[in-house]
């Protein structure tokens, strides 16, 4: 158990929707990624958030946000749906904002777009 | 940016076999780099790192020596067993920057 927390494990929606995928990171940590993973892009950096403020983005989509409360949970959302969205989704936290440590990944909310 | 490289899976072996994974990195000066495993239904864990040129990575009889010269961090293991079965993600990071990247990741199978 990474003591990162992702809900829901599983999700089916139609194109078009819009979700929100939860995430705790571990306890103490400052810092949440998020990652995609599909079978044809492998595992891809969404975004990072420190500490309530947006730190690095990757290859997030605009139709795609995110945001970490003052609790340091954190919510990703993906709108306007599409059938190529369908993924694993990761969070992951660390304790500092950089460093290139480890990172303690959630066992991921698979979404599933029909 | 940094890119990572890997064999391409999925690889199956018999137990007790050699295994190798191969993995080169592209990256401006010398990133650390990484060794994620991840388990059937669950999320990655690191399974081993190195920081430095010439260092070796170790954990659970996994071993990966950063070679600087051939941009290289090939995981290997003397013994495979069947618990072994995952897949396996390489990555690299800089100190100081916010993110990993991550290779495709390897498929190993372990037959008994």
């Known amino acids: 158990d990474s003591g990162v927390t992702q809900t829901p494990k599983h999700l089916i929606t139609a194109t078009g929707q819009r979700v929100t995928l939860r995430c705790s990171p571990r306890?103490?940590?400052?810092?949440v990624y998020w990652y995609q993973q599909s079978l044809d892009q492998g595992l891809q950096f969404l975004i990072q958030?420190?500490?309530?403020?947006?730190?690095a983005k990757g290859n997030i989509l605009e139709r795609f946000s995110a945001q970490q409360f003052p609790d340091l949970h954190s919510e990703l959302n993906l709108s306007s749906l599409e059938l190529g969205d369908s993924a694993l989704y990761f969070c992951?936290?660390?304790?500092?904002?950089?460093?290139?440590?480890?990172?303690?990944f959630g066992e991921g909310s698979r979404l599933t777009v029909l | 940016g940094d890119s990572v490289t890997q064999m391409e899976g999925p690889v199956t072996l018999s137990e007790e076999a050699f295994l190798t994974i191969n993995c080169t990195y592209t990256?401006?000066?010398?990133?650390?780099l990484f060794w994620y495993v991840q388990y059937p239904g669950e999320g990655l864990q690191l399974l081993l790192k190195?920081?430095?040129?010439?260092d070796k990575g170790s954990n659970k009889g996994f071993e990966a020596t950063y070679r600087k010269e051939t941009t290289s961090f090939h995981l290997e293991k003397g013994s495979v067993q069947v618990s072994d079965s995952a897949v396996y993600f390489c990555?690299?990071?800089?100190?100081?920057?916010?993110?990993?990247?991550f290779g495709t990741g390897t498929r190993l199978t372990i037959i008994p």
């Open positions: 990555a690299s990071g800089h100190f100081g920057n916010e993110k990993l990247t």
């Open positions: 958030y420190y500490n309530g403020e947006e730190r």
């Open positions: 306890s103490g940590d400052l810092s």
């Open positions: 992951a936290s660390s304790l500092r904002a950089g460093g290139a440590g480890e990172l303690f």
């Open positions: 190195a920081t430095k040129a010439d």
């Open positions: 990256a401006t000066g010398y990133p650390s």
